[in-house]
């Protein structure tokens, strides 16, 4: 099992505000990174660290972490933004890496 | 910029070792202090991490799967490997490999991150007699 948990949906109407977390010990002291994936394709990193995007990432996605919780929101959210969502961060046991359980994203 | 390709067979029998090869194009495997990871998804279902080696040979696996598991790195062929022994359907999957890099991160404590920027287009394993 995940150590890692997220809620399995959510939807959003088009052009409003999104927000998936995700839920984990090891959050307390690791930042998560967060992935985009969609159907049939490799996911693509989409936030890492405190609030960093990898070139190419539109600004409208943004990361943030309270206490146990890692935040991905989407501002403005675009039909192409419908997809699986996965955060990551090392496991507060060892070396590892696990995935949340990830957010199916629809977008109305 | 770097890319990466996996291969290998994509029909393994029951009980047998599964062998994939992650190459890696547009840059040296051995330099920038990366992790160089495996991860795998089921038909419907989520991203599991296998593994990780550094440049260095270290490795690290799921509990999950460190039995059964076993990750290299040639560097010689820009290449990392993993085998996985005795499959079943269970270990039909699809399986990625990604550059992952660490970041010890600033601020008193530190908060450290690992992230995966750079997955390979992935690879259809069956394991089916």
Known sequence: ?108 | QVQLQESGPGLVKPSQTLSLTCTVSGGSISSGSYYWSWIRQPAGKGLEWIGRIYTSGSTNYNPSLKSRVTISVDTSKNQFSLKLSSVTAADTAVYYCARTKYYYGSGSPPRPYYYMDVWGKGTTVTVSS
């Open chain 1, 1 to 108: 099992s995940s150590e890692l948990t997220q809620d399995p949906a959510v939807s959003v109407a088009l052009g409003q505000t999104v927000r998936i977390t995700c839920q984990g010990d090891s959050l307390r002291s690791y930042y998560a990174s967060w992935y985009q994936q969609k159907p049939g394709q490799a996911p693509v990193l989409v936030i890492y660290g405190k609030n960093n995007r990898p070139s190419g990432i539109p600004d409208r996605f943004s990361g943030s972490s309270s206490g146990n919780t890692a935040s991905l929101t989407i501002t403005g959210a675009q039909a192409e933004d419908e997809a699986d969502y996965y955060c990551n961060s090392r496991d507060s046991s060892g070396n590892h890496l696990p995935f949340g359980t990830g957010t199916k994203v629809t977008v109305l």
